[in-house]
């Protein structure tokens, strides 16, 4: 990739998240024409009915060029958060899979309007401190979690997804 298409190895490089969504889209995109392609060319087959396409696909990069951005020769510290880089090593351990916050929506206590906020990867997904003020500048009110009718917080007003904690013995960086 970085020899034929060198604008999106740098992308790559410089914003790895961004580019990788990007990525995965185009990975999706070209599932589905595929899918569509041979839907047409099996519409009286038996087998037309089986085909099923995956719905969540992620591109996965390997063979990277050797250079200083990608290659560390020390295990990564706080300062690669958001980088892009190739660590060899064996997973020795690994947690029970758990549920991570990564959004929340809250409520003017006075006129209801919500104010989505997601939380911050590069610390551990806290949630930044909200002001007790509305976006509407509201007199007297505070933002509050969202809640359904019957005051219950509701988890559509949330958004999880599943992670896992992994233990890496690092038996080489290249």
């Known amino acids: 990739m970085f020899d034929v298409i060198p604008i999106v190895g740098n992308e790559l490089l410089k914003s790895p998240e961004s580019t990788l969504s990007i990525c995965d889209a185009a990975a999706k995109r070209a599932l589905m024409d595929k899918y569509d392609e041979l839907k047409e060319a099996v519409i009286n087959s038996e087998t037309a009915g089986k085909l099923i396409p995956k719905a969540h696909i992620h591109v996965r990069f390997h063979s990277l060029p050797i250079c200083p951005e990608t290659y560390k020769h020390e295990f990564p510290g706080s300062k690669e958060v958001g980088s892009f880089l190739c660590l060899v090593g064996t997973v020795i351990r690994t947690s029970v899979p758990k549920l991570l916050e990564f959004s929340k929506m809250f409520k003017c206590s006075r ?8 939380a911050i990867p590069g610390r551990f997904h806290a949630f930044s401190k909200l002001g007790k003020d509305c976006p509407n500048f509201c007199v007297n009110s505070k933002l509050i979690p969202a809640t359904d009718d019957s005051g219950k917080y509701a988890a559509e007003y949330s958004s999880y997804k599943d ?4 233990k890496l013995q690092v038996s080489m960086l290249i």
């Open 111 to 118: 006129c209801k309007t919500t104010v989505y906020v997601e």
């Open 163 to 166: 992670y896992q904690e992994i």
